[in-house]
Antibody
Framework: QLQLQESGPGLVKPSETLSLTCTVSGGSISSSSYYWGWIRQPPGKGLEWIGSIYYSGSTYYNPSLKSRVTISVDTSKNQFSLKLSSVTAADTAVYYCARLNGYRYYMDVWGKGTTVTVSS | EIVLTQSPGTLSLSPGERATLSCRAS???????LAWYQQKPGQAPRLLIYGASSRATGIPDRFSGSGSGTDFTLTISRLEPEDFAVYYCQQYGSSPRFITFGPGTKVDIK
């Protein structure tokens, strides 16, 4: 079945760029029925949607993060990626990647999440 | 931007009891774009309900969703021990394109 796996550094210094990759296995990222997204959860807090991407490269972002976020897709590797620039301690969180149903925009498959800590 | 509010913040119940969780939107939400998730400690969220009332694959029928407009409800008819968790509602808005989550309701054991 479809699986998503986040990867990337667990520690990022303040003011630097956080970079994560989500690898999709058991299915194609190029399916026309789905978007792919990033969601984060600060310690002890709720879920925050970061942004989503279609296999064609079309994106939409959370306005509160838009100036710092770039999401890209590499269909040849069946991966999509997140870059978040100028990070601060407030960006410390568990970062999840997920598949979004392209018609109803719910997240039906999630990665297990990866913890990113912003600290010097 | 649509803001979702969930109530109560915490619901303390016993196994076998009925749980009723509320999700209220700051403006009308299409039922097609309202979903509910369950999250247990240390785990990723799990989709329970989409389209306000459709159960996701493998979700027991004790979970049901209802509502329209600005008021939506998740009901767990009889709580099982594995149902004690945090529940989030989520909506998608098309103009502008935006996804928001509610702050969550924690269902804990009384």
């Amino acid at each position: 079945q479809l699986q998503l796996q986040e990867s990337g550094p667990g520690l990022v210094k303040p003011s630097e760029t956080l970079s994560l990759t989500c690898t999709v296995s058991g299915g194609s990222i190029s399916s026309s029925s789905y978007y792919w997204g990033w969601i984060r959860q600060p310690p002890g807090k709720g879920l925050e949607w970061i942004g989503s991407i279609y296999y064609s490269g079309s994106t939409y972002y959370n306005p509160s993060l838009k100036s710092r976020v770039t999401i890209s897709v590499d269909t040849s590797k069946n991966q999509f990626s997140l870059k978040l620039s100028s990070v601060t301690a407030a960006d410390t969180a568990v970062y999840y990647c997920a598949r979004l149903n392209g018609y109803r925009y719910y997240m039906d498959v999630w990665g297990k999440g990866t913890t990113v800590t912003v600290s010097s | 931007e649509i803001v979702l509010t969930q109530s109560p913040g915490t619901l303390s119940l016993s196994p076998g009891e009925r749980a009723t969780l509320s999700c209220r939107a700051s403006q009308s939400v299409s039922s097609s774009y309202l979903a509910w998730y369950q999250q247990k400690p240390g785990q990723a969220p799990r989709l329970l309900i989409y389209g306000a009332s459709s159960r996701a694959t493998g979700i027991p029928d004790r979970f049901s969703g209802s509502g329209s407009g600005t008021d939506f409800t998740l009901t767990i008819s009889r709580l099982e021990p594995e149902d004690f968790a945090v529940y989030y509602c989520q909506q998608y808005g098309s103009s502008p394109r935006f996804i928001t989550f509610g702050p969550g309701t924690k269902v804990d054991i009384k």
